[in-house]
């Protein structure tokens, strides 16, 4: 079986597409299976939003990736 998305001798640009990528798939995932009604009744002050230019999460957890902005894709 062979697998068309490996990279070979990436750029360290590439890489870091790659991660940011490979992150935002997860927390993209993640929040579709995540009941965001109910979690907002039960924590208020959290924010979900999912964009193309930036994206944010804030749960008040205590885990800094449900805490953060990611996919921030600003021009200059």
């Not at 930036?54 to 953060?68: E, L, R």
């Amino acid at each position: 079986m062979e697998i068309s998305n490996i990279l070979k001798n990436p750029s360290e640009n590439e890489i870091k597409n790659v991660i940011d990528k490979n992150i935002l798939d997860f927390l993209g995932t993640t929040l579709d299976y995540l009941d965001k009604d109910y979690f907002l009744k039960k924590n208020p002050n959290s924010e979900f939003s999912v964009k193309n230019d930036v994206s944010k999460i804030f749960t008040g957890m205590k885990i800094t990736m449900w805490n953060s902005f990611w996919g921030a894709n600003f021009n200059e």
